[in-house]
């Protein structure tokens, strides 16, 4: 190796420097597979009595949904993230979370809590993703199409159609029927509970099949989290890039949402807790540990949920009550920036 | 070498580069100055495929900027903006490694890291290759930022206003360091700027633009006349001959 030119300069900088404390990320991948694969082993274990043949393919189908969410959820959160260049953001600003809801309280307001709730799953799954990638679909092609829209016109337009498809639904939940909206209500939370086996390998299947461009991408990824102009300027074709990572995005987001509900809530928490844990910035390995802490949210908090709570709150309520508490004291150590 | 044909932008109904033809020599430092609004950024923007051309085209050492792709381009040509603001924490010798990724797409050989290192060394950065680029001071940061361009192994360089916020010394640094870049190592160096003694000291052509337009292009000693500033100005200045270099004078 070639040997350092001015020996002085160098250590005084290095004596007057913070130590910074850095875990290796493999090791933390290693430590969080660990932990996500105890707290899976827990859920499938914990409590186990009865019929066997009966309950463990109940249980495994739950935790297969729950990885498959946290997996959907925390690529996308950090993908997105990466191509608005805001750490703050997550992939509801788009409104497909609120368009969600207005679907569901269309299908029920239409066709009556009864039908909705006992048509078949298959078919409530495709309307769903079918209309929420259609709506993704329209507005990037509208706004891309014109050539100098930006991406903060685009983000724009997200928030507005939230406001509006919200407006709707809230608008259509007032003059329902209130024992049909207690049984709307419902749906509108994310739950493991009624998920369809089937669904489960389609949606695992669309997920693994984005996960592999998304993971392909990751060194472009690393360079357009410079910025536009500096990832222009090494070669990365920054359009087409942020296009197709807001596909990926989108589709992501629909097949979670369609299969247990809205659930983007724990991505912001798990993105900023990957960021947190890595010394250095690669998508190759902030990547990896969201979905680990994703895993370890999504089943930690469901286990706490039937263990302690015996099932008498929400899920979104345990692990955004613990995830703030973590960051809390992320933010009081001075970890954050 | 790069050439401009009839290079044109427009917003809306205003045009803000107007159909310019021009020819960059390879090897030497070009200055493109002029008053606000007169489109130099613009320009170099699009020298830079930042943005798009309306009309015309723009050819680096013989590539169309517009129809090459990114990553070959990326290897002829390297960009530094502005503004610098990192959303990501990165040490400084990851940043500069993002030079590299045009030849290796983010998958770093021995090759890879020995560009890296001498890039370090000819900025005088080694000391500071392992501090996360949001410590450093904001000479510090462009620094680290023109150690990236460099590992680029870009032939042709463009700068946009280099000097920005940068004091006294550091502007020094920075000319002489483009000086370099040129003389020692051959490059192509285009840059906007404002000050037009610092572009008159270090530059081998003087671009001047207004509206839109470039109305002088030629070394120094044609352009730092009263006559061709006040043409490119409106303002008139003095221009004393200081130790062999042109100096305009136009404060009092």
Not at chain 1, 28 to 42: F, R
Not at chain 1, 47 to 75: F, H, K, S, T
Request: with cysteine; aromatic share 6%; net charge positive.
């Amino acid at each position: 190796m070639r040997a350092k030119t001015d020996p002085l300069p160098t250590a005084v900088l290095q004596s007057t420097r913070k130590p910074v404390r850095t875990v290796p990320p493999r090791a933390w991948i290693v430590v969080l597979g660990t932990a996500a694969a105890a707290l899976v082993a827990a859920f499938l274990l914990v409590g186990l009595e009865g019929n066997l043949a009966y309950v463990l393919p109940r249980r495994l189908n739950r935790v297969g949904a729950m990885i498959l969410v946290a997996v959907a959820v925390a690529v996308s959160t950090v993908l997105f993230q990466t191509v608005t260049g805001n750490r703050i953001l997550t992939p509801s600003i788009m409104g497909l979370d609120a368009l969600y809801v207005l679907i569901q309280t269309v299908l029920v307001f239409a066709l009556g809590a009864r039908t909705v709730l006992t048509m078949p799953t298959t078919a409530r799954f495709s309307i769903e993703v079918v209309l929420m990638v259609a709506f993704s679909w329209l507005l990037y092609r509208w706004l891309f199409a014109g050539g100098g829209r930006s991406l903060h016109l685009l983000l724009l337009a997200g928030i507005v159609f939230g406001v509006f498809f919200r407006g709707a639904s809230s608008l259509l939940q007032r003059l329902m029927d209130p024992s049909e909206y207690i049984i709307l209500q419902d749906l509108f939370f994310a739950s493991f509970n009624r998920v369809d086996p089937t669904l489960l390998y389609v949606s695992a299947l669309v997920v693994a099949g984005l996960c592999v461009p998304a993971w392909r991408l990751r060194h472009r990824l690393d360079v357009l989290a410079l910025g536009r102009d500096t990832a222009v300027g090494l070669g990365v074709d920054h359009r087409r890039t942020v296009t197709l990572v807001l596909v990926i995005c989108s589709v992501l987001v629909a097949v979670s949402t369609a299969l247990v509900g809205p659930a983007t809530f724990f991505g912001l928490l798990v993105s900023a807790l990957a960021y947190q844990l890595c010394s250095r910035f690669r998508h190759a390995v902030v990547l990896p540990i969201a979905v680990l802490l994703g895993v370890i949210a999504l089943v930690g908090g469901q286990l706490v949920l039937e263990q302690v709570f015996a099932f008498d709150t929400a899920l979104s309520i345990v692990i955004e009550f613990t995830g703030g508490i973590v960051f809390l004291v992320l933010l009081l150590k001075g970890r954050v920036r | 070498m790069i050439t401009l044909e009839n290079a044109t932008k427009r917003y809306g109904t205003t045009t803000v580069v107007d159909g310019v033809s021009a020819t960059i020599p390879g090897g030497g430092v070009t200055s493109i100055i002029g008053p606000n609004g007169a489109g130099k950024s613009t320009l170099l923007s699009m020298m830079s495929r930042l943005l798009p051309l309306d009309a015309g085209t723009v050819h680096v050492d013989g590539l169309d900027v517009s129809t090459t792709p990114g990553r070959v381009l990326a290897r002829t040509l390297g960009i530094l903006r502005q503004e610098n603001q990192l959303t990501v924490r990165l040490t400084v010798r990851d940043l500069v490694g993002f030079g590299r990724f045009p030849h290796n797409g983010g998958r770093p050989t021995v090759l890879d890291r020995e560009h890296i290192e001498r890039a370090l060394d000819y900025l005088d950065l080694s000391g500071l290759a392992d501090r996360f680029v949001d410590e450093l001071s904001g000479g510090q940061r462009q620094r680290a930022f023109i150690a990236m361009v460099l590992a680029q192994d870009t032939d042709v360089i463009l700068l946009d206003e280099p000097l920005n916020n940068l004091d006294m010394k550091h502007s020094v640094e920075m000319m002489q360091l483009l000086r370099r870049l040129v003389d020692e190592l051959g490059k192509t160096v285009v840059l906007v700027i404002h000050d037009i003694n610092f572009a008159s000291c270090y530059s081998d052509t003087l671009m001047a633009m207004r509206d839109g337009a470039v109305i002088h292009q030629g070394p120094p000693e044609e352009i730092m006349t009263p006559a061709v500033l006040r043409d490119v100005y409106d303002v008139d200045i003095q221009v004393e001959l200081i130790r062999g270099h042109r100096i305009g004078v136009y404060f009092a």
